[in-house]
C-alpha cells in the first residue's frame, strides 16, 4: 500500500505547497511563517510530543485578530485540496485503493458465467437493476457552484500531471502553473456564502452537479456495464435500459422549510426543464456536426424527406425544436404569456427521433459510428428525461391533518385532528371513493392550509414523469397517508402519485409494519395503488431519538417486517433510505451497508438519499461518479443473487437485549442528564450554526425548543465539530459491555464474523472512534464550558476510552480500523491539519461569546472553521 499511497502524498504536498505559494503572494511571508509554526507544532503533537501540543494551544490563544481569518482559510483550504487529491486517487491509475471497483462487477460476472450463480437469475436481477439517487440540500453543505467547477479543473490537472512520463517540460510546467492559479483563484473566491442560499440556489447547485458529472457519468458507467455484460454473459443492455434514475428533493422538500412554497416548487420545476433543454442542445448540435452520412433506412428517409444528408435534417429539427423549448421556459419564469407551440413537452419526442437514427446507423453497417456519441445521448434520455430530474415533494404529517381539520370544521362536521384511526379511516376512504368534490368553492383557508393544497395543484399541473414520490415526514398512521391521496384527489391530481410514508422515530419504526398492513387491508387502496408501495426508512432522526444501536436494529427489524408482509401480500415494494453522510444519520460504506440489509430488501431496487457533501463525495466528478453508480451496481446484484443470511434466533435475541440496554444508555444522557442541554450548548457551535448562512431550511422544526426540536443533521454536525461525536457512538459501547459481563462475548464475536448487519456496525463505530479526539473534546470544555459541567464531559470522555476498549475486545484487534489500514492513514494525514482548526475553533467560539456585539471578522473565521472541520472529518453532517 506504500508505494501507492506515495502518490496521494505526493500529490497532496504539491497542492499544499502551491498553496503556500497564494498565501505568501496574498499575504506575505509573515504569514506564511506562522501557518508553517502551527503546522509543525500539530505534526509533532500527533506524534506524541506534549510540549509542542502546549505550544500549539498557546500559539493559536495569541493569534492577533488580524490573523484569525487567514489562518483559519489557511487550514480550511488545504483540507479541501485534500480531498480533492483523495477523491482524485481512488479513480487514478496509480490507485489500488478503491472501496468497489469495476472489477466487483467483472468478478460477479464471472461466477455466474462459470455458473457458481444461476444465469437466469442473474439475467433477471440484470433486467431489474434499479439504482434512483436523490439529490437533497444540506443544511451544512457550503460548498458554492464556483466551488465545483474548481474542483473539476483542479483534478483535470491532476489527471495531466499523473502522466508525466509522457509529458515535456513545458507542458509539466505549464499545468502546474495552471494548478496554481486554480488555488489562487479558490484562495481569492468566497468560498462561504455571505447571504442564506435559497431553496433555488440549492436546485440550481443539483442542477451543476448533473452538468459538470452525472451528464458524462451515467452513459460512461452504462457502457462500461455493457462491455462488461457482453464479455461474461454474451447479452447487452437493452437500448432502453434505465437503471440509473435521478430525483431531487431540492425545491421539493417542504418539511420545516417555509421557503419552500408551491410557487418555488412550480419554478424550479421550470428550471430543470430549461437545463435540461439546454444540456440536450449542446449534445444535437454535437451530433449534427458528426452526422454527415447520406445512407439510412425507410423510416429515417421518410423522417427526413429529400434531404441529402437525412441524419443532420432530423437533428435540425430536433435542434429548433429545443431551441423553441428553452424561449417557452425563459418567457415562463419570467411570468410572460407565451405560445407552447413546437416545443417538447415529453421524453418520447426527444427519443423517437434519436432511436430511428440509431437504428438506421445500424441496420446500414455503421453501428461503430450509431454506439459513440449519439449512444450516449440516448442513455440520457432515459435516465434524466425532458424534465433533467424528478422531483420529490416532503411534507410532515400534521399539515395535511390540518387541512382536513379546516375542512369539517367549515362544513360542520366536527375537528378531524380529534377523530380517531378508524373514523378517519372510514371517512377518507368515503371521500376517495366519492365522486362529488370535498372542497368549499366559496370556502377561504389559512395561509397555511392553502399553501399545503396550492401545492397538491401544482403537482396536479405536472407530467408524471417530472413527479418521483409524495414523502410525509413524521408518518405514524394509515390516516396520514391516506389523507395525502385525498388531499391530491381533491387538487385535480390525474395521476396517481406514489405516496411513501417516512417513518423515522424508534416508536415509528417498530409500528411501520401494522400501519403498511392496514393500508394493504382496504381494498379501495389496494385498487388504486396498483399493488405498488414505497416506505422510506428514516435513518437520522431515529438515531437521534434512540442513538445508533437501537436505531439500526429498528431499522432492520421494520424493513425485514416490510419486505415479509408485502411479499406475503404479493405487493411489489420499494424501500427509500434517508441516509446521510455520517454514521449518526446511517451512513456507512455504501457497499457494506447495503449487504448489511435484510434478505430480500434490495429486490426493488435501491432508492436513496444523496447529502450535499456526500453528492460532492461521491459524485461529484464523472470519474468518481462512475466508480460510485459501479459499487451500488454490484452491492445490489450481490446482495440479491447471494443475499445475506437469516439472522439466527440467539442473535436476534441478542440484538433486541443490545438495542435496549443501548437506548436506554443514551436516553439516560440525552434526555435524563439534567446538565445535559447546557453542556451541548456550551461545548459545541450549536448555537453558533443557526446563525450562518448554511442552508435554506431553519436549524430547527420550533425555535423554542431544546435538543427534541433541533433537526437530525445540526444535531450531529455539532457534536463532530468538538470531536466527541457524541450522537455517533453513546449507547452501543455500554450495551456490547454489558452483554460481554453476562458470557456472550464469544456469540458477539460470532456475530461479527457472520452477519454482516452486526459486523457493519462494529466497523462503522471503528470509524467514529477514529475520528474522535479526546483532547481536543476535553479543550473545548476548558475554554467554553462553566467548570461546573466539567464533571459531565469528563463522564463521556471516560465513556467513550471504555467503549473503543470494548469495540476491540469484541474483534479481537489491537487498534482500530486494522482492517482498512486505507482509512485509518487518511484519518491520520488529514488530523494534523483538523486539528489546529479545532483548537482555532474554540478560540474562536470563546472570543466570539466574550463579545457583546457581532464582530463579522470573528464570524467570518468561525465559518470557516467549521467548513473546514467538515471538510477534514468528511461524512460530517
Same mark, same amino acid.
Given at each position: 500500500?506504500?508505494?501507492?499511497?506515495?502518490?496521494?502524498?505526493?500529490?497532496?504536498?504539491? @497542492?499544499?505547497? /502551491?498553496?503556500?505559494?497564494?498565501?505568501?503572494? #496574498?499575504?506575505?511571508? %509573515?504569514?506564511? *511563517? &506562522?501557518?508553517? =509554526?502551527?503546522?509543525?507544532?500539530?505534526?509533532?503533537?500527533?506524534?506524541?510530543?506534549?510540549?509542542?501540543?502546549?505550544?500549539?494551544?498557546?500559539?493559536?490563544?495569541?493569534?492577533?485578530?488580524?490573523?484569525?481569518?487567514?489562518?483559519?482559510?489557511?487550514?480550511?483550504?488545504?483540507?479541501?485540496?485534500?480531498?480533492?487529491?483523495?477523491?482524485?486517487?481512488?479513480?487514478?491509475?496509480?490507485?489500488?485503493?478503491?472501496?468497489?471497483?469495476?472489477?466487483?462487477?467483472?468478478?460477479?460476472?464471472?461466477?455466474?458465467?462459470?455458473?457458481?450463480?444461476?444465469?437466469?437469475?442473474?439475467?433477471?436481477?440484470?433486467?431489474?437493476?434499479?439504482?434512483?439517487?436523490?439529490?437533497?440540500?444540506?443544511?451544512?453543505?457550503?460548498?458554492?457552484?464556483?466551488?465545483?467547477?474548481?474542483?473539476?479543473?483542479?483534478?483535470?490537472? @491532476?489527471?495531466? /500531471?499523473?502522466?508525466?512520463?509522457?509529458?515535456? #517540460?513545458?507542458?509539466? %510546467?505549464?499545468? *502546474? &502553473?495552471?494548478? =496554481?492559479?486554480?488555488?489562487?483563484?479558490?484562495?481569492?473566491?468566497?468560498?462561504?456564502?455571505?447571504?442564506?442560499?435559497?431553496?433555488?440556489?440549492?436546485?440550481?447547485?443539483?442542477?451543476?452537479?448533473?452538468?459538470?458529472?452525472?451528464?458524462?457519468?451515467?452513459?460512461?458507467?452504462?457502457?462500461?456495464?455493457?462491455?462488461?455484460?457482453?464479455?461474461?454473459?454474451?447479452?447487452?443492455?437493452?437500448?432502453?435500459?434505465?437503471?440509473?434514475?435521478?430525483?431531487?428533493?431540492?425545491?421539493?422538500?417542504?418539511?420545516?422549510?417555509?421557503?419552500?412554497?408551491?410557487?418555488?416548487?412550480?419554478?424550479?420545476?421550470?428550471?430543470?426543464?430549461?437545463?435540461?433543454?439546454?444540456?440536450?442542445?449542446?449534445?444535437?448540435?454535437?451530433?449534427?456536426?458528426?452526422?454527415?452520412?447520406?445512407?439510412?433506412?425507410?423510416?429515417?428517409?421518410?423522417?427526413?424527406?429529400?434531404?441529402?444528408?437525412?441524419?443532420?435534417?432530423?437533428?435540425?429539427?430536433?435542434?429548433?425544436?429545443?431551441?423553441?423549448?428553452?424561449?417557452?421556459?425563459?418567457?415562463?419564469?419570467?411570468?410572460?404569456?407565451?405560445?407552447?407551440?413546437?416545443?417538447?413537452?415529453?421524453?418520447?419526442?426527444?427519443?423517437?427521433?434519436?432511436?430511428?437514427?440509431?437504428?438506421?446507423?445500424?441496420?446500414?453497417?455503421?453501428?461503430?459510428?450509431?454506439?459513440?456519441?449519439?449512444?450516449?445521448?440516448?442513455?440520457?434520455?432515459?435516465?434524466?428525461?425532458?424534465?433533467?430530474?424528478?422531483?420529490?415533494?416532503?411534507?410532515?404529517?400534521?399539515?395535511?391533518?390540518?387541512?382536513?381539520?379546516?375542512?369539517?370544521?367549515?362544513?360542520?362536521?366536527?375537528?378531524?385532528?380529534?377523530?380517531?384511526?378508524?373514523?378517519?379511516?372510514?371517512?377518507?376512504?368515503?371521500?376517495?371513493?366519492?365522486?362529488?368534490?370535498?372542497?368549499?368553492?366559496?370556502?377561504?383557508?389559512?395561509?397555511?392550509?392553502?399553501?399545503?393544497?396550492?401545492?397538491?395543484?401544482?403537482?396536479?399541473?405536472?407530467?408524471?414523469?417530472?413527479?418521483?414520490?409524495?414523502?410525509?415526514?413524521?408518518?405514524?398512521?394509515?390516516?396520514?397517508?391516506?389523507?395525502?391521496?385525498?388531499?391530491?384527489?381533491?387538487?385535480?391530481?390525474?395521476?396517481?402519485?406514489?405516496?411513501?410514508?417516512?417513518?423515522?422515530?424508534?416508536?415509528?419504526?417498530?409500528?411501520?409494519?401494522?400501519?403498511?398492513?392496514?393500508?394493504?387491508?382496504?381494498?379501495?387502496?389496494?385498487?388504486?395503488?396498483?399493488?405498488?408501495?414505497?416506505?422510506?426508512?428514516?435513518?437520522?432522526?431515529?438515531?437521534?431519538?434512540?442513538?445508533?444501536?437501537?436505531?439500526?436494529?429498528?431499522?432492520?427489524?421494520?424493513?425485514?417486517?416490510?419486505?415479509?408482509?408485502?411479499?406475503?401480500?404479493?405487493?411489489?415494494?420499494?424501500?427509500?433510505?434517508?441516509?446521510?453522510?455520517?454514521?449518526?444519520?446511517?451512513?456507512?460504506?455504501?457497499?457494506?451497508?447495503?449487504?448489511?440489509?435484510?434478505?430480500?430488501?434490495?429486490?426493488?431496487?435501491?432508492?436513496?438519499?444523496?447529502?450535499?457533501?456526500?453528492?460532492?463525495?461521491?459524485?461529484?466528478?464523472?470519474?468518481?461518479?462512475?466508480?460510485?453508480?459501479?459499487?451500488?451496481?454490484?452491492?445490489?446484484?450481490?446482495?440479491?443473487?447471494?443475499?445475506?443470511?437469516?439472522?439466527?434466533?440467539?442473535?436476534?435475541?441478542?440484538?433486541?437485549?443490545?438495542?435496549?440496554?443501548?437506548?436506554?444508555?443514551?436516553?439516560?444522557?440525552?434526555?435524563?442528564?439534567?446538565?445535559?442541554?447546557?453542556?451541548?450548548?456550551?461545548?459545541?457551535?450549536?448555537?453558533?450554526?443557526?446563525?450562518?448562512?448554511?442552508?435554506?431550511?431553519?436549524?430547527?422544526?420550533?425555535?423554542?425548543?431544546?435538543?427534541?426540536?433541533?433537526?437530525?443533521?445540526?444535531?450531529?454536525?455539532?457534536?463532530?465539530?468538538?470531536?466527541?461525536?457524541?450522537?455517533?457512538?453513546?449507547?452501543?459501547?455500554?450495551?456490547?459491555?454489558?452483554?460481554?459481563?453476562?458470557?456472550?462475548?464469544?456469540?458477539?464475536?460470532?456475530?461479527?464474523?457472520?452477519?454482516?448487519?452486526?459486523?457493519?456496525?462494529?466497523?462503522?463505530?471503528?470509524?467514529?472512534?477514529?475520528?474522535?479526539?479526546?483532547?481536543?473534546?476535553?479543550?473545548?470544555?476548558?475554554?467554553?464550558?462553566?467548570?461546573?459541567?466539567?464533571?459531565?464531559?469528563?463522564?463521556?470522555?471516560?465513556?467513550?476510552?471504555?467503549?473503543?476498549?470494548?469495540?476491540?475486545?469484541?474483534?479481537?484487534?489491537?487498534?482500530?480500523?486494522?482492517?482498512?489500514?486505507?482509512?485509518?492513514?487518511?484519518?491520520?494525514?488529514?488530523?494534523?491539519?483538523?486539528?489546529?482548526?479545532?483548537?482555532?475553533?474554540?478560540?474562536?467560539?470563546?472570543?466570539?461569546?466574550?463579545?457583546?456585539?457581532?464582530?463579522?471578522?470573528?464570524?467570518?473565521?468561525?465559518?470557516?472553521?467549521?467548513?473546514?472541520?467538515?471538510?477534514?472529518?468528511?461524512?460530517?453532517?
Amino acid at each position: 500500500m506504500n508505494e501507492k499511497y506515495s502518490a496521494l502524498k505526493s500529490n497532496v504536498s504539491m @497542492l499544499g505547497h /502551491l498553496l503556500g505559494n497564494t498565501i505568501e503572494d #496574498a499575504h506575505g511571508p %509573515a504569514l506564511l *511563517e &506562522k501557518v508553517e =509554526e502551527i503546522r509543525q507544532l500539530s505534526k509533532s503533537a500527533a506524534a506524541g510530543n506534549q510540549d509542542d501540543h502546549a505550544k500549539l494551544k498557546t500559539v493559536l490563544q495569541n493569534l492577533p485578530a488580524d490573523q484569525l481569518l487567514p489562518v483559519a482559510r489557511a487550514f480550511s483550504q488545504f483540507l479541501n485540496l485534500t480531498n480533492i487529491a483523495e477523491q482524485y486517487h481512488t479513480v487514478s491509475r496509480q490507485s489500488d485503493t478503491h472501496e468497489c471497483s469495476p472489477d466487483a462487477i467483472d468478478n460477479l460476472l464471472r461466477r455466474v458465467s462459470q455458473g457458481e450463480i444461476d444465469a437466469n437469475n442473474a439475467q433477471k436481477a440484470i433486467a431489474d437493476l434499479k439504482i434512483e439517487l436523490v439529490l437533497t440540500a444540506h443544511p451544512t453543505e457550503i460548498a458554492r457552484r464556483t466551488t465545483i467547477h474548481n474542483l473539476v479543473q483542479i483534478n483535470k490537472c @491532476l489527471s495531466k /500531471l499523473e502522466l508525466s512520463d509522457y509529458l515535456g #517540460a513545458d507542458e509539466r %510546467a505549464k499545468t *502546474e &502553473k495552471r494548478l =496554481e492559479q486554480l488555488i489562487a483563484q479558490a484562495w481569492h473566491t468566497d468560498v462561504i456564502r455571505q447571504e442564506r442560499p435559497t431553496p433555488l440556489d440549492e436546485a440550481k447547485w443539483g442542477f451543476a452537479v448533473i452538468e459538470n458529472s452525472l451528464w458524462q457519468a451515467v452513459p460512461a458507467f452504462l457502457r462500461q456495464f455493457d462491455q462488461q455484460l457482453e464479455s461474461h454473459l454474451d447479452i447487452n443492455l437493452p437500448i432502453d435500459a434505465k437503471p440509473v434514475q435521478i430525483s431531487s428533493w431540492m425545491g421539493g422538500d417542504r418539511d420545516g422549510n417555509p421557503y419552500v412554497t408551491s410557487e418555488v416548487t412550480r419554478e424550479v420545476m421550470l428550471l430543470s426543464r430549461w437545463k435540461a433543454a439546454d444540456l440536450y442542445l449542446r449534445d444535437v448540435q454535437d451530433l449534427i456536426s458528426e452526422l454527415s452520412m447520406t445512407q439510412c433506412d425507410d423510416t429515417v428517409r421518410e423522417m427526413a424527406g429529400e434531404a441529402h444528408e437525412p441524419y443532420r435534417a432530423i437533428l435540425k429539427t430536433l435542434r429548433s425544436q429545443l431551441n423553441h423549448t428553452l424561449s417557452y421556459l425563459d418567457a415562463k419564469l419570467k411570468g410572460e404569456r407565451t405560445s407552447s407551440q413546437g416545443i417538447l413537452t415529453d421524453t418520447q419526442q426527444l427519443w423517437q427521433p434519436l432511436l430511428a437514427c440509431y437504428q438506421s446507423l445500424h441496420q446500414c453497417g455503421m453501428g461503430i459510428i450509431a454506439d459513440g456519441k449519439l449512444l450516449d445521448l440516448l442513455r440520457c434520455v432515459q435516465c434524466f428525461g425532458v424534465h433533467l430530474i424528478k422531483l420529490d415533494i416532503r411534507q410532515e404529517s400534521t399539515r395535511h391533518a390540518d387541512v382536513l381539520s379546516a375542512v369539517t370544521r367549515y362544513l360542520g362536521m366536527g375537528d378531524y385532528a380529534q377523530w380517531s384511526e378508524q373514523d378517519k379511516q372510514a371517512f377518507l376512504i368515503r371521500e376517495l371513493s366519492s365522486k362529488r368534490p370535498l372542497l368549499p368553492r366559496d370556502w377561504t383557508p389559512s395561509d397555511d392550509v392553502k399553501e399545503v393544497i396550492n401545492t397538491c395543484r401544482v403537482i396536479a399541473q405536472q407530467p408524471r414523469e417530472a413527479l418521483g414520490a409524495y414523502v410525509i415526514s413524521m408518518a405514524r398512521t394509515a390516516s396520514d397517508v391516506l389523507a395525502v391521496h385525498l388531499i391530491l384527489q381533491e387538487a385535480g391530481c390525474p395521476f396517481r402519485m406514489d405516496v411513501c410514508p417516512l417513518f423515522e422515530t424508534l416508536d415509528d419504526l417498530n409500528n411501520a409494519e401494522s400501519v403498511i398492513g392496514e393500508l394493504m387491508a382496504i381494498d379501495w387502496y389496494r385498487g388504486f395503488t396498483q399493488n405498488f408501495q414505497m416506505v422510506m426508512i428514516g435513518y437520522s432522526d431515529s438515531a437521534k431519538d434512540a442513538g445508533v444501536m437501537a436505531a439500526g436494529w429498528a431499522q432492520y427489524r421494520a424493513m425485514e417486517a416490510l419486505v415479509n408482509l408485502c411479499d406475503d401480500q404479493g405487493v411489489d415494494l420499494t424501500l427509500f433510505h434517508g441516509r446521510g453522510g455520517t454514521v449518526g444519520r446511517g451512513g456507512a460504506p455504501a457497499h457494506a451497508a447495503l449487504l448489511s440489509q435484510p434478505p430480500r430488501s434490495l429486490k426493488g431496487g435501491l432508492r436513496v438519499t444523496e447529502q450535499g457533501e456526500m453528492i460532492r463525495f461521491k459524485l461529484g466528478l464523472p470519474d468518481v461518479a462512475v466508480n460510485s453508480l459501479n459499487l451500488y451496481t454490484s452491492a445490489i446484484l450481490e446482495a440479491n443473487l447471494l443475499p445475506p443470511p437469516e439472522p439466527k434466533q440467539e442473535w436476534r435475541a441478542l440484538m433486541d437485549t443490545l438495542s435496549d440496554i443501548s437506548c436506554q444508555a443514551y436516553r439516560d444522557v440525552v434526555r435524563g442528564h439534567e446538565q445535559f442541554v447546557p453542556y451541548f450548548r456550551s461545548t459545541t457551535p450549536e448555537l453558533e450554526l443557526g446563525k450562518l448562512p448554511l442552508g435554506s431550511r431553519p436549524s430547527k422544526r420550533n425555535p423554542q425548543g431544546g435538543v427534541e426540536s433541533l433537526r437530525a443533521i445540526p444535531w450531529i454536525f455539532a457534536w463532530s465539530q468538538n470531536r466527541l461525536l457524541l450522537p455517533a457512538w453513546l449507547g452501543a459501547g455500554q450495551a456490547i459491555d454489558h452483554a460481554i459481563s453476562k458470557g456472550h462475548k464469544a456469540q458477539l464475536e460470532e456475530m461479527c464474523r457472520e452477519w454482516p448487519f452486526f459486523s457493519t456496525r462494529l466497523g462503522m463505530l471503528e470509524m467514529v472512534f477514529t475520528k474522535t479526539n479526546l483532547d481536543i473534546a476535553k479543550y473545548y470544555d476548558q475554554r467554553l464550558v462553566d467548570e461546573s459541567l466539567w464533571p459531565l464531559g469528563e463522564s463521556l470522555r471516560d465513556q467513550l476510552r471504555q467503549d473503543i476498549q470494548v469495540i476491540l475486545a469484541v474483534e479481537n484487534s489491537d487498534n482500530l480500523m486494522e482492517q482498512n489500514p486505507w482509512g485509518a492513514e487518511a484519518i491520520r494525514l488529514r488530523n494534523i491539519y483538523v486539528e489546529p482548526l479545532n483548537m482555532l475553533q474554540a478560540e474562536l467560539l470563546y472570543r466570539t461569546r466574550q463579545c457583546e456585539e457581532d464582530d463579522q471578522s470573528l464570524d467570518d473565521a468561525l465559518m470557516i472553521s467549521i467548513a473546514g472541520i467538515a471538510a477534514g472529518l468528511r461524512n460530517t453532517g
